[in-house]
T-cell receptor, first 113, second 109 residues
Framework: DGGITQSPKYLFRKEGQNVTLSCEQNLNHDAMYWYRQDPGQGLRLIYYSQIVNDFQKGDIAEGYSVSREKKESFPLTVTSAQKNPTAFYLC????????????FGSGTRLTVV | KNEVEQSPQNLTAQEGEFITINCSYSVGISALHWLQQHPGGGIVSLFMLSSGKKKHGRLIATINIQEKHSSLHITASHPRDSAVYICAVRETSGSRLTFGEGTQLTVNP
């Protein structure tokens, strides 16, 4: 079955360390997105990519970096510059440039101690 | 003011009750999505609407484009419907989704 795989489900890191969250999809979707979810807030867009080797900043990109070397993969690195990295991170994908639905991953809960 | 507002924020119901969750938005949209998030965190897409009404099992979603309002209805609610329901809109100006804060639904047996 096609879908999005996020790994790991839970991640613990020490303050000051960079950490990379994985997102892989086998849906042949062009567009991929990273969102952050904090308690009591709606999902906020970190980065998105509509085509391989191209990506754009979302609303809260500071302290994060991404790459899109393959259509299937859109890893997110949470750098030490991100002031409040502890959050729930969701990856999503869709067919770009058209009014199609989105498929979401199961998320990664990152805790920085 | 958020571009997407949901009400209520929290809703508790008894099994079998009819439930309505509302979503209002302030921007021009090409589509509106209703999503379900279970305690584990994963999100499932329930509906994508650009006009009218859609039905899937006990779930019904409606949208009024002129009034910029959508509702999600659950008939004969069940404890397994307990989840966070999220409204999201895709603006006509781009491909991004803007999300509401979600409605926490608890259905008691």
């Amino acid at each position: 079955d096609g879908g999005i795989t996020q790994s790991p489900k839970y991640l613990f890191r020490k303050e000051g360390q960079n950490v990379t969250l994985s997102c892989e999809q086998n849906l042949n979707h062009d567009a991929m997105y990273w969102y952050r979810q904090d308690p009591g807030q709606g999902l906020r867009l970190i980065y998105y990519s509509q085509i391989v080797n191209d990506f754009q900043k979302g609303d809260i990109a500071e302290g994060y970096s991404v790459s899109r070397e393959k259509k299937e993969s859109f890893p997110l690195t949470v750098t030490s510059a991100q002031k409040n990295p502890t959050a729930f991170y969701l990856c999503a994908s869709s067919i770009a440039g058209a009014n199609y639905g989105y498929t979401f991953g199961s998320g990664t809960r990152l805790t920085v101690v | 003011k958020n571009e997407v507002e949901q009400s209520p924020q929290n809703l508790t119901a008894q099994e079998g009750e009819f439930i309505t969750i509302n979503c209002s938005y302030s921007v021009g949209i090409s589509a509106l999505h209703w999503l379900q998030q279970h305690p584990g965190g994963g999100i499932v897409s329930l509906f994508m609407l650009s006009s009218g009404k859609k039905k899937h099992g006990r779930l019904i979603a409606t949208i009024n484009i002129q009034e910029k309002h959508s509702s999600l209805h659950i008939t004969a609610s069940h404890p397994r419907d307990s989840a966070v329901y999220i409204c999201a809109v895709r603006e006509t100006s781009g491909s991004r989704l803007t999300f509401g804060e979600g409605t926490q639904l608890t259905v008691n047996p």
